[in-house]
């Protein structure tokens, strides 16, 4: 087995965790067998659906895990926590194809013209990360397949970092890094996985006859105000009621309250990576940690 058939093992087995089958890989093993696996490395992980419909793409643009840790987090990042789409669904999963890059360390372009940068970049080739103030936005190489142009490429590229008018206009800080890009095919229908179809946790039994009497979490809340998704959202993480956080997350009507997103509930981040974790691993729904520096591609 070759690194690039591991790597992609891996990503793989990070997923289906998620859908309920055990994660059988040892770091420490495999780290021996493949000492890269060790080192830090950046990467991205890319997931299509029916051949070529980008399905989520989370990667760092550089080093600060080991290659192990970042496609690990980077194919759950992808599968659930891109915020363009829904989190992944098992019954997606077999039509679904990884693509891995496995990004150079990225280098600063000089340049006085856009026709000065044009003739240094190598479409097909180069990725690139455009940086302006508090702008910030990247393109693998490959996107050159969907921009050929030059112009196109970095209009999008603009757009994609939040910029008014043509991005080279305001002359941004330009890196260029290279990729070793590999995939795999998708599954396909024969692929039956052996996952746990209830990822909730076994309901828990109370020595309280009066307990069954007692209505669940989410069908007793009326709430009008962000305030008191707050209170309720986080009364369901206390007493670990999975089907009333579900149901929270899921309703139209609040989902802008508690969304972590939402600049009408400050203080959400508040809630501990414990938590979490517990709700992402036994719910399927993630929060969003500001904190870790992830960027989205394509």
């Keep these: 087995m070759t690194l690039q058939d591991l790597l992609l093992r891996l990503a793989r087995a990070a997923i289906e965790e998620r859908f309920g089958k055990p994660f059988s890989y040892s770091k420490e093993i495999l780290c021996a067998q493949f000492p890269e696996l060790g080192e830090k490395r950046a990467t991205f992980v890319t997931i299509n659906v029916d051949g070529d419909s980008l399905r989520g793409c989370i990667g760092s643009l550089l080093p600060h895990a080991t290659l192990y840790d970042d496609i690990i987090y980077n194919a759950k990042a992808a599968a659930f926590e891109d915020r363009r789409f829904y989190p992944l ?25 856009a026709e000065t940068l044009q003739q240094k970049l190598r479409p097909g080739y180069d990725g690139v990360i455009l940086q302006y103030g508090q702008h910030t936005a990247a393109f693998l190489p490959q996107v050159w397949e969907e921009y050929p142009d030059f112009n196109q490429f970095f209009g999008q590229l603009g757009i994609k970092a939040g910029l008014r008018g043509f991005a080279l206009d305001h002359h941004p800080a330009i890196y260029t890094f290279q990729a070793d890009r590999f995939e795999d095919s998708a599954l396909g229908e024969a692929y039956i996985p052996a996952l746990k179809s209830d990822r ?65 509930l400050q203080g ?6 414990s938590w979490r974790a517990m709700f992402a691993s036994q719910s399927g729904l993630h929060f969003e940690v500001r904190e870790v520096k992830t960027v989205q591609e394509g």
């Design 89 to 113: 669904e098992q019954s997606e999963y077999p039509y679904c194809s990884i693509d891995i890059s496995l990004l150079t360390l990225p280098e600063a372009q000089e340049y006085d013209t």
């Design 200 to 264: 909730s946790p076994q309901a828990h039994v109370s020595d309280d006859p009066s307990a069954s009497e007692q209505p669940a979490a989410s069908e007793t809340l009326s709430l009008q105000t962000p305030q008191e998704a707050e209170a309720a959202f986080y009364a369901a993480i206390e007493n670990s009621d999975i089907d009333a956080m579900r149901t929270l997350w899921s309703n139209d009507d609040t989902a802008s309250c508690i969304h972590p997103g939402s600049e009408r």
């Design 268 to 273: 959400f981040e508040a809630i501990t990576a």
